[in-house]
Protein backbone atom coordinates (compact mmCIF):
# COMPACT_ATOMS: atom_id res chain seq x y z
CA UNK A 1 0.00 0.00 0.00
CA UNK A 2 1.12 3.62 -0.95
CA UNK A 3 2.01 5.75 2.04
CA UNK A 4 0.07 8.68 3.16
CA UNK A 5 1.28 11.55 1.71
CA UNK A 6 2.89 14.10 4.18
CA UNK A 7 0.49 17.31 5.14
CA UNK A 8 1.57 20.74 3.80
CA UNK A 9 1.10 22.40 6.91
CA UNK A 10 3.43 20.15 8.11
CA UNK A 11 6.35 20.42 5.52
CA UNK A 12 5.98 24.13 6.16
CA UNK A 13 6.49 23.87 9.90
CA UNK A 14 9.67 21.56 9.72
CA UNK A 15 11.51 23.69 6.66
CA UNK A 16 10.39 26.79 8.72
CA UNK A 17 12.11 25.28 11.84
CA UNK A 18 15.43 24.07 9.86
CA UNK A 19 15.43 27.63 8.43
CA UNK A 20 15.72 28.96 11.81
CA UNK A 21 18.20 26.45 12.57
CA UNK A 22 20.29 27.11 9.85
CA UNK A 23 19.93 31.26 10.88
CA UNK A 24 21.04 30.83 14.25
CA UNK A 25 24.57 28.89 13.54
CA UNK A 26 25.31 31.63 10.77
CA UNK A 27 24.32 33.96 13.26
CA UNK A 28 26.46 32.77 15.63
CA UNK A 29 29.44 32.20 13.18
CA UNK A 30 28.98 35.77 12.24
CA UNK A 31 29.37 37.28 16.06
CA UNK A 32 32.31 35.04 16.48
CA UNK A 33 33.91 36.56 13.43
CA UNK A 34 33.07 39.87 13.82
CA UNK A 35 34.14 40.30 17.66
CA UNK A 36 36.43 43.04 16.84
CA UNK A 37 33.14 45.23 15.60
CA UNK A 38 30.35 43.82 17.40
CA UNK A 39 31.91 44.26 20.83
CA UNK A 40 33.04 47.89 21.17
CA UNK A 41 29.23 48.40 19.44
CA UNK A 42 27.52 46.46 22.37
CA UNK A 43 29.80 47.96 25.36
CA UNK A 44 29.23 51.50 23.37
CA UNK A 45 25.55 51.09 23.48
CA UNK A 46 25.33 49.66 27.22
CA UNK A 47 27.90 53.27 28.58
CA UNK A 48 24.97 55.30 26.54
CA UNK A 49 22.29 53.49 28.47
CA UNK A 50 24.11 53.96 31.68
CA UNK A 51 24.57 57.65 31.49
CA UNK A 52 21.49 58.63 30.10
CA UNK A 53 19.75 59.60 33.00
CA UNK A 54 22.81 61.92 34.20
CA UNK A 55 23.02 63.29 30.58
CA UNK A 56 18.63 63.83 30.42
CA UNK A 57 19.37 65.51 33.69
CA UNK A 58 21.58 68.19 32.59
CA UNK A 59 19.53 68.71 29.58
CA UNK A 60 16.78 69.71 31.72
CA UNK A 61 18.64 72.50 33.47
CA UNK A 62 19.33 73.69 30.13
CA UNK A 63 22.39 72.25 29.19
CA UNK A 64 22.75 70.79 25.42
CA UNK A 65 23.19 67.41 25.02
CA UNK A 66 26.46 67.00 23.35
CA UNK A 67 28.05 69.30 25.99
CA UNK A 68 26.36 67.35 28.47
CA UNK A 69 27.09 64.19 27.06
CA UNK A 70 30.97 65.12 26.84
CA UNK A 71 31.24 66.68 30.38
CA UNK A 72 29.36 62.65 31.61
CA UNK A 73 31.91 61.25 29.81
CA UNK A 74 34.79 63.50 30.81
CA UNK A 75 34.08 62.96 34.58
CA UNK A 76 33.52 59.10 34.43
CA UNK A 77 37.18 58.61 32.82
CA UNK A 78 38.49 61.32 34.91
CA UNK A 79 37.13 59.66 37.99
CA UNK A 80 38.45 56.33 36.72
CA UNK A 81 42.07 57.71 36.19
CA UNK A 82 42.04 59.52 39.54
CA UNK A 83 41.34 55.94 41.29
CA UNK A 84 44.25 54.93 39.25
CA UNK A 85 46.13 58.20 40.32
CA UNK A 86 45.91 57.52 43.82
CA UNK A 87 46.54 53.63 43.43
CA UNK A 88 49.70 54.56 41.66
CA UNK A 89 52.01 54.24 44.39
CA UNK A 90 51.02 50.85 45.29
CA UNK A 91 50.92 49.81 41.98
CA UNK A 92 54.19 51.12 41.60
CA UNK A 93 55.70 49.43 44.30
CA UNK A 94 54.02 46.11 43.52
CA UNK A 95 55.97 46.22 39.45
CA UNK A 96 58.78 46.72 41.50
CA UNK A 97 58.64 43.50 43.85
CA UNK A 98 57.86 41.31 41.59
CA UNK A 99 61.47 40.04 40.84
CA UNK A 100 61.67 39.19 44.59
CA UNK A 101 58.49 37.97 44.71
CA UNK A 102 58.35 35.38 41.84
CA UNK A 103 61.85 34.00 43.54
CA UNK A 104 60.36 33.37 46.72
CA UNK A 105 57.66 31.52 44.80
CA UNK A 106 60.32 29.61 42.95
CA UNK A 107 62.25 29.39 46.02
CA UNK A 108 59.11 27.72 47.91
CA UNK A 109 58.25 25.09 45.31
CA UNK A 110 61.87 24.01 45.04
CA UNK A 111 61.94 23.26 48.30
CA UNK A 112 58.38 21.26 48.34
CA UNK A 113 60.03 19.03 46.05
CA UNK A 114 62.44 18.01 48.30
CA UNK A 115 60.21 14.86 49.29
CA UNK A 116 58.74 12.81 46.33
CA UNK A 117 55.14 12.84 45.99
CA UNK A 118 52.39 10.50 44.78
CA UNK A 119 53.51 11.85 41.33
CA UNK A 120 56.90 10.56 41.99
CA UNK A 121 55.93 7.59 43.03
CA UNK A 122 53.83 6.30 40.02
CA UNK A 123 56.21 7.35 37.61
CA UNK A 124 59.11 5.33 39.68
CA UNK A 125 56.58 2.65 39.26
CA UNK A 126 56.04 2.75 35.49
CA UNK A 127 60.30 3.14 35.39
CA UNK A 128 59.96 -0.41 37.49
CA UNK A 129 57.72 -2.47 34.77
CA UNK A 130 58.82 -1.21 31.69
CA UNK A 131 62.45 -2.53 32.82
CA UNK A 132 60.77 -5.86 33.74
CA UNK A 133 58.75 -5.90 30.51
CA UNK A 134 62.24 -5.43 29.05
CA UNK A 135 63.73 -8.15 30.46
CA UNK A 136 61.05 -10.23 29.81
CA UNK A 137 60.94 -9.74 26.14
CA UNK A 138 65.23 -9.23 25.80
CA UNK A 139 64.47 -5.57 24.33
CA UNK A 140 66.59 -2.60 25.88
CA UNK A 141 64.25 -0.66 28.22
CA UNK A 142 63.10 2.62 26.93
CA UNK A 143 63.65 5.83 28.67
CA UNK A 144 61.78 8.85 28.35
CA UNK A 145 63.46 12.30 27.59
CA UNK A 146 63.97 14.15 30.50
CA UNK A 147 61.89 17.34 30.03
CA UNK A 148 63.09 20.79 28.88
CA UNK A 149 63.43 23.44 31.43
CA UNK A 150 61.74 26.26 30.40
CA UNK A 151 64.02 29.29 29.35
CA UNK A 152 62.89 33.12 30.00
CA UNK A 153 61.43 33.36 26.02
CA UNK A 154 58.67 31.69 27.19
CA UNK A 155 57.68 33.98 29.97
CA UNK A 156 58.58 36.75 28.20
CA UNK A 157 56.57 36.03 25.45
CA UNK A 158 53.64 35.47 27.66
CA UNK A 159 53.88 38.65 28.87
CA UNK A 160 54.08 40.71 25.91
CA UNK A 161 51.20 38.84 24.31
CA UNK A 162 49.42 39.87 27.65
CA UNK A 163 50.78 43.53 27.15
CA UNK A 164 49.49 43.78 23.95
CA UNK A 165 45.97 42.10 24.92
CA UNK A 166 45.65 44.91 27.53
CA UNK A 167 46.29 47.62 24.68
CA UNK A 168 43.62 46.07 22.46
CA UNK A 169 40.89 45.97 25.41
CA UNK A 170 42.31 49.50 25.78
CA UNK A 171 41.73 50.45 22.55
CA UNK A 172 38.24 48.62 22.17
CA UNK A 173 37.21 51.06 25.54
CA UNK A 174 38.24 53.99 23.59
CA UNK A 175 35.90 53.11 19.95
CA UNK A 176 33.19 52.19 22.57
CA UNK A 177 33.15 55.67 24.51
CA UNK A 178 33.43 57.34 21.50
CA UNK A 179 29.97 55.55 20.44
CA UNK A 180 28.75 56.13 23.48
CA UNK A 181 29.23 60.16 23.21
CA UNK A 182 27.31 60.09 19.75
CA UNK A 183 24.49 57.78 20.71
CA UNK A 184 24.28 60.38 23.86
CA UNK A 185 24.50 63.25 22.07
CA UNK A 186 21.65 62.17 19.20
CA UNK A 187 19.09 61.95 22.34
CA UNK A 188 16.32 60.50 21.24
CA UNK A 189 16.69 60.42 17.54
CA UNK A 190 17.94 56.45 16.98
CA UNK A 191 15.47 55.33 19.87
CA UNK A 192 12.46 57.41 16.59
CA UNK A 193 14.14 55.92 13.46
CA UNK A 194 14.09 52.18 15.50
CA UNK A 195 10.06 53.15 15.79
CA UNK A 196 9.51 54.45 12.67
CA UNK A 197 11.03 51.34 10.24
CA UNK A 198 9.49 49.22 13.04
CA UNK A 199 6.62 48.88 10.58
CA UNK A 200 3.53 50.68 9.08
CA UNK A 201 1.24 49.62 11.77
CA UNK A 202 0.44 51.50 14.99
CA UNK A 203 0.29 48.23 16.99
CA UNK A 204 3.87 47.58 15.69
CA UNK A 205 5.53 50.53 16.58
CA UNK A 206 3.77 50.70 19.87
CA UNK A 207 5.24 47.16 21.14
CA UNK A 208 8.73 48.53 19.32
CA UNK A 209 8.39 51.46 21.74
CA UNK A 210 7.69 49.06 24.92
CA UNK A 211 10.54 46.84 24.08
CA UNK A 212 13.05 49.67 24.04
CA UNK A 213 11.50 50.87 26.68
CA UNK A 214 11.82 47.55 28.90
CA UNK A 215 15.69 46.95 26.91
CA UNK A 216 16.47 50.92 28.78
CA UNK A 217 15.20 49.55 32.35
CA UNK A 218 16.72 46.26 32.29
CA UNK A 219 19.90 47.51 31.17
CA UNK A 220 20.35 50.32 33.67
CA UNK A 221 18.94 48.06 36.64
CA UNK A 222 21.93 45.50 35.63
CA UNK A 223 24.15 48.31 35.60
CA UNK A 224 23.32 49.65 38.64
CA UNK A 225 23.52 46.04 40.48
CA UNK A 226 27.00 45.31 38.82
CA UNK A 227 28.18 48.50 40.52
CA UNK A 228 27.09 48.70 43.50
CA UNK A 229 27.90 44.72 44.60
CA UNK A 230 31.38 45.43 42.84
CA UNK A 231 31.88 48.42 44.95
CA UNK A 232 30.33 45.88 47.99
CA UNK A 233 32.64 43.11 47.37
CA UNK A 234 35.88 46.01 47.06
CA UNK A 235 34.94 47.06 50.50
CA UNK A 236 34.56 44.16 52.11
CA UNK A 237 37.74 42.45 50.55
CA UNK A 238 39.78 45.32 52.24
CA UNK A 239 38.42 45.23 55.41
CA UNK A 240 39.65 41.50 55.43
CA UNK A 241 43.08 42.54 54.17
CA UNK A 242 43.43 45.25 57.04
CA UNK A 243 42.10 42.81 59.46
CA UNK A 244 44.94 39.83 58.06
CA UNK A 245 47.89 42.52 58.18
CA UNK A 246 48.00 42.28 54.34
CA UNK A 247 50.29 45.07 52.63
CA UNK A 248 48.75 47.60 50.18
CA UNK A 249 44.97 46.36 51.02
CA UNK A 250 43.28 49.46 49.16
CA UNK A 251 45.18 48.40 45.97
CA UNK A 252 43.94 44.93 46.34
CA UNK A 253 40.63 45.88 47.00
CA UNK A 254 40.15 48.18 43.74
CA UNK A 255 41.62 45.23 41.54
CA UNK A 256 39.16 42.73 42.98
CA UNK A 257 36.49 45.09 42.11
CA UNK A 258 37.36 45.52 38.78
CA UNK A 259 38.15 42.39 38.22
CA UNK A 260 34.88 40.48 39.86
CA UNK A 261 33.12 42.53 36.66
CA UNK A 262 33.92 39.14 34.90
CA UNK A 263 31.47 36.45 36.55
CA UNK A 264 33.06 33.66 38.21
CA UNK A 265 36.81 34.24 36.31
CA UNK A 266 36.92 37.11 38.05
CA UNK A 267 36.43 35.78 41.62
CA UNK A 268 38.91 32.90 40.96
CA UNK A 269 41.13 35.42 39.78
CA UNK A 270 41.18 37.64 42.63
CA UNK A 271 41.51 35.14 44.86
CA UNK A 272 44.78 33.74 43.56
CA UNK A 273 46.31 36.69 43.18
CA UNK A 274 45.55 37.85 47.22
CA UNK A 275 46.75 34.17 47.89
CA UNK A 276 49.93 34.58 46.52
CA UNK A 277 50.51 38.31 47.90
CA UNK A 278 50.20 36.98 51.33
CA UNK A 279 52.43 33.52 50.98
CA UNK A 280 54.97 36.31 49.17
CA UNK A 281 54.32 38.35 52.38
CA UNK A 282 54.92 36.13 55.26
CA UNK A 283 55.98 33.13 53.79
CA UNK A 284 53.08 31.14 55.52
CA UNK A 285 50.90 28.82 53.27
CA UNK A 286 48.53 28.76 55.97
CA UNK A 287 48.09 32.54 56.60
CA UNK A 288 48.22 32.59 53.26
CA UNK A 289 45.38 29.72 53.00
CA UNK A 290 43.25 31.39 55.72
CA UNK A 291 43.31 34.92 53.72
CA UNK A 292 42.12 33.23 50.51
CA UNK A 293 39.74 31.11 51.92
CA UNK A 294 37.90 34.42 53.64
CA UNK A 295 38.75 36.12 50.44
CA UNK A 296 36.91 33.24 48.46
CA UNK A 297 33.70 33.33 50.77
CA UNK A 298 33.13 36.93 50.76
CA UNK A 299 33.36 37.07 46.97
CA UNK A 300 31.27 33.87 46.68
CA UNK A 301 28.42 35.14 48.97
CA UNK A 302 28.10 38.86 46.95
CA UNK A 303 28.58 37.44 43.36
CA UNK A 304 26.94 33.87 43.55
CA UNK A 305 24.37 34.61 46.05
CA UNK A 306 23.48 38.34 46.11
CA UNK A 307 24.05 39.14 42.78
CA UNK A 308 21.96 36.10 40.86
CA UNK A 309 18.95 36.66 43.66
CA UNK A 310 19.23 40.50 42.68
CA UNK A 311 19.00 40.13 39.17
CA UNK A 312 16.36 37.32 39.18
CA UNK A 313 14.31 39.82 41.14
CA UNK A 314 15.21 42.56 38.44
CA UNK A 315 14.82 40.65 35.42
CA UNK A 316 12.96 37.81 36.13
CA UNK A 317 15.12 35.13 34.94
CA UNK A 318 16.33 31.38 35.60
CA UNK A 319 19.76 31.30 37.04
CA UNK A 320 20.64 28.25 35.40
CA UNK A 321 19.49 30.01 31.70
CA UNK A 322 21.87 32.52 32.83
CA UNK A 323 24.70 31.01 33.77
CA UNK A 324 24.75 28.06 30.63
CA UNK A 325 24.50 32.29 28.54
CA UNK A 326 27.18 32.84 30.09
CA UNK A 327 29.06 30.11 29.54
CA UNK A 328 28.08 30.20 25.89
CA UNK A 329 28.93 33.83 25.28
CA UNK A 330 32.17 33.29 27.49
CA UNK A 331 33.19 30.42 25.00
CA UNK A 332 32.18 32.59 21.95
CA UNK A 333 34.01 36.02 23.01
CA UNK A 334 36.03 35.02 26.08
CA UNK A 335 36.20 37.77 29.04
CA UNK A 336 34.37 40.15 26.48
CA UNK A 337 31.48 37.15 26.67
CA UNK A 338 31.24 36.92 30.07
CA UNK A 339 31.41 40.64 30.63
CA UNK A 340 28.32 41.08 28.07
CA UNK A 341 26.10 38.17 28.16
CA UNK A 342 24.20 38.71 31.69
CA UNK A 343 22.75 42.29 29.77
CA UNK A 344 22.05 40.13 26.73
CA UNK A 345 20.23 37.77 27.71
CA UNK A 346 18.31 40.27 29.24
CA UNK A 347 17.93 41.97 26.39
CA UNK A 348 17.34 39.10 24.47
CA UNK A 349 13.94 37.98 27.47
CA UNK A 350 12.74 41.50 27.14
CA UNK A 351 12.21 40.77 23.14
CA UNK A 352 10.84 37.20 23.52
CA UNK A 353 8.52 38.16 26.15
CA UNK A 354 6.85 40.72 23.38
CA UNK A 355 7.53 38.84 20.38
CA UNK A 356 4.71 36.25 19.90
CA UNK A 357 6.50 34.00 17.91
CA UNK A 358 9.30 33.96 20.77
CA UNK A 359 7.26 33.47 23.78
CA UNK A 360 8.62 29.87 24.14
CA UNK A 361 12.36 30.97 24.23
CA UNK A 362 11.02 33.86 27.10
CA UNK A 363 9.17 30.96 29.11
CA UNK A 364 12.75 29.45 29.02
CA UNK A 365 14.61 32.40 30.10
CA UNK A 366 12.05 33.67 32.95
CA UNK A 367 12.07 32.85 36.31
CA UNK A 368 9.89 30.28 38.08
CA UNK A 369 6.53 31.96 38.97
CA UNK A 370 4.47 30.93 41.61
CA UNK A 371 0.81 31.64 41.28
CA UNK A 372 -1.11 32.13 44.38
CA UNK A 373 -4.60 30.81 45.12
CA UNK A 374 -7.59 32.72 43.51
CA UNK A 375 -9.73 33.81 46.51
CA UNK A 376 -13.55 31.87 46.05
CA UNK A 377 -16.17 34.59 45.67
CA UNK A 378 -19.21 34.45 47.78
CA UNK A 379 -21.44 33.40 45.21
CA UNK A 380 -18.95 29.97 44.29
CA UNK A 381 -18.74 29.29 47.85
CA UNK A 382 -23.20 29.39 48.61
CA UNK A 383 -23.16 27.09 45.54
CA UNK A 384 -20.68 24.97 47.05
CA UNK A 385 -22.19 24.78 50.01
CA UNK A 386 -25.58 23.93 48.35
CA UNK A 387 -24.34 20.80 46.63
CA UNK A 388 -22.67 19.56 49.79
CA UNK A 389 -26.14 19.89 51.54
CA UNK A 390 -27.98 18.39 49.26
CA UNK A 391 -25.66 15.58 49.16
CA UNK A 392 -25.63 15.27 52.39
CA UNK A 393 -29.53 15.00 52.52
CA UNK A 394 -29.43 12.06 49.55
CA UNK A 395 -27.19 10.19 52.05
CA UNK A 396 -29.74 10.73 54.58
CA UNK A 397 -32.48 9.58 52.81
CA UNK A 398 -30.66 6.70 51.38
CA UNK A 399 -29.47 5.26 54.58
CA UNK A 400 -33.02 5.90 55.99
CA UNK A 401 -34.66 3.79 52.97
CA UNK A 402 -32.14 1.16 53.48
CA UNK A 403 -32.98 1.02 57.72
CA UNK A 404 -36.57 0.67 56.86
CA UNK A 405 -36.06 -1.80 54.13
CA UNK A 406 -33.47 -3.91 57.17
CA UNK A 407 -36.51 -3.57 59.18
CA UNK A 408 -39.77 -4.67 57.25
CA UNK A 409 -36.73 -7.75 55.75
CA UNK A 410 -36.68 -8.22 60.03
CA UNK A 411 -40.26 -8.22 60.44
CA UNK A 412 -41.24 -10.93 57.58
CA UNK A 413 -39.24 -13.09 59.18
CA UNK A 414 -41.24 -16.10 61.50
Known amino acids: MDEA ?9 AAETALVVLAVIALVAAAKLTEPFVVPVITGMLFSYALTPVVAALERIHIHRALGAALVLTLAIGAVAGGAFLLREDAAALVAELPQAARKLREATHDRRGAPGPIAHVREAAAELNKAAAEATGTPPTTAPAPA ?5 GMQGWVADQSAKILGVMGELGIAALLAYFLLAAGDTFRRKVVHIAGPTLAKRRITVEILNDIHVQVQRYLLILLSTNILIALCIWGILVLFGVERAALWAAV ?4 HIIPYAGTAMTT ?3 AAAAFVQTGSPAHAALVAACVLAAASAIGMGL ?8 ASMNAAAVFIALLFFGWLWGGWGLLLGAPLVAVLKTVADRVPRMEALGELLGAAVTVPPVPESPQVTAAKAE ?3 AADTAASSEASAVAASASASAGDRP
Open 5 to 13: PVPVTRRLR
Open 149 to 153: APGPS
Open 256 to 259: SGVL
Open 272 to 274: GLI
Open 307 to 314: VPWLQGRA
Open 387 to 389: VEE
